[in-house]
């Protein structure tokens, strides 16, 4: 170990006891604050997968921060230039953040509803609140400003600094995707200005401890023209996952296509993911192959270079095969298609069951490990990288899709969907190229 870690160390080796009895505490000494620097620092040499890939030096780097971190008035301010330290690392799935406090009121919410960007618009996707939609908020409502603040201005100043990416797409979009856009404190009271679709402008002022009485669906379904099912997985999250697929799936087989609309769809559990592809082919479905670091002692004492674990998964085996889905298969995505929905995408591809079809996912996958840096912040280090079936790299760059549309606010308005319009011509053109 570098002695700037065991410089740290012996300044805050005392503030190390008890710290879930200090947890509570709002006073955050330098010891305190010197302590979890270390332990992060300490926790990314060994655990980050992508280490061996900096361009920098990361002991000159958290050595070059510790006076930043000293110098913070408040342990949300620490929190914050400790998040940038992270994001130094350029890695979708390694950030710190805190937990929530004892007070309730003051947990991590955002208000009931999600959002998306298109070009430089933030639009409204669902309301999960009827008295927001009393108030004017539907499907489609423009979030023009938050604030005071036009909302990209906002987003750059307050969002943007703070997300941890590995790719530039993934920074330009998610910050506006889902719940992130309005997520913070509960208590905290903020202004948004809405537009709806007919030029109504409105304003609502209000704290986030909010009823939410409308249900966040993890699929939503619906048959569009030429008995084409429209499958959205919003999520791979939820215990109830594969019992709510089971029985949407038994319509989905009446259908003569489907399309799998993943867009904002930033993962969750990948064997979720997994029982969905399970039911798209009749043949072991192929998984890329993975890496993880090797550490033994004894071998570092010996001066060995890094060692690695290497896996090549064993294939998904499909479902009973009077269950596989035989009909053309469609896959939209988007920037915001993330971690087990790009793991999902690979799959779905080795499948060559379809045409993945919208913009460059995420670019970010492989399985975090969950840190305990002490006093109430937390730390998720990346541990795996991953490779598609074909053995190329997309961690970094996205799953690009085979073939790219970007949806416009012009159709959006208007009610359309770019993506899925797309996707339907090539479903009626493959069944032509049949015929």
């Known amino acids: 170990m570098k002695r700037i870690f065991l410089l740290f160390l012996s300044v805050s080796i005392s503030s190390a006891v008890n710290l879930k009895a200090q947890d509570a505490s709002k006073d955050f000494t330098d010891g305190q604050k010197a302590y979890v620097l270390s332990k992060f620092c300490t926790e990314v040499k060994y655990n980050y997968v992508f280490y061996n890939n900096l361009t920098f030096d990361w002991d000159s780097l958290c050595l070059a921060t510790l006076p930043k971190l000293l110098a913070t008035k408040s342990k949300e301010e620490y929190v914050r230039e400790l998040q940038r330290l992270s994001i130094e690392l350029q890695d979708g799935h390694t950030y710190v953040y805190e937990a929530n406090s004892d007070n309730s009121l003051d947990w991590i919410k955002p208000f009931?509803?999600?959002?998306?960007?298109?070009?430089?618009?933030?639009?409204?996707?669902?309301?999960?609140?009827?008295?927001?939609?009393?108030?004017?908020?539907?499907?489609?409502?423009?979030?023009?400003?938050?604030?005071?603040?036009?909302?990209?201005?906002?987003?750059?100043?307050?969002?943007?600094?703070?997300?941890?990416?590995?790719?530039?797409?993934?920074?330009?979009?998610?910050?506006?995707?889902?719940?992130?856009?309005?997520?913070?404190?509960?208590?905290?009271?903020?202004?948004?200005?809405?537009?709806?679709?007919?030029?109504?402008?409105?304003?609502?002022?209000?704290?986030?401890?909010i009823n939410w009485d409308i249900a966040n669906n993890t699929f939503d379904y619906k048959i569009l023209n030429g008995n084409v099912g429209l499958l959205k997985i919003n999520t791979f999250m939820g215990n109830d996952f594969k019992k709510e697929f089971d029985v949407l799936y038994q319509n989905i087989k009446k259908t003569d296509a489907l399309i799998i609309d993943l867009r904002d769809n930033m993962g969750g559990n990948s064997g979720n993911a997994d029982y969905i592809i399970r039911h798209l082919s009749g043949k072991p479905v192929k998984m890329g192959n993975w890496s993880s670091r090797m550490y033994i002692a004894a071998h570092g004492s010996w001066g060995y270079p890094q060692e690695w674990y290497m896996e090549t998964p064993d294939d998904l085996i499909p479902v009973n095969e009077e269950n596989v889905y035989t009909k053309p298969v469609m896959l939209l995505v988007n920037a915001v298609t993330f971690s087990s929905a790009e793991n999902f995408c690979v799959a779905f591809r080795s499948t060559r069951k379809g045409k993945i079809i919208g913009m460059p996912t995420g670019g970010s996958t492989g399985n975090p490990i969950h840190i305990e840096l002490g006093y109430g912040i937390n730390a998720q280090i990346c541990t795996k990288n991953e490779w598609d079936t074909d053995g190329n790299k997309f961690i970094g760059i996205g799953i690009k899709p085979d073939v790219e549309v970007k949806e416009n606010v012009d159709m959006f308005m208007k009610g359309k969907d770019m993506v899925i319009e797309e996707a339907l011509k090539q479903i009626r053109r493959d069944k032509n190229n049949v015929g």
């Open 112 to 209: 009931p509803f999600k959002t998306k960007r298109i070009d430089d618009r933030v639009f409204v996707t669902n309301v999960l609140s009827s008295d927001f939609q009393k108030q004017g908020v539907e499907i489609g409502s423009e979030i023009v400003k938050i604030d005071g603040l036009d909302v990209i201005e906002y987003v750059n100043l307050y969002k943007r600094p703070l997300v941890s990416y590995s790719t530039s797409q993934w920074l330009d979009y998610s910050p506006y995707a889902g719940f992130e856009l309005t997520k913070e404190k509960g208590s905290r009271v903020s202004k948004i200005l809405f537009k709806n679709r007919d030029g109504k402008t409105f304003t609502i002022e209000s704290h986030r401890n």
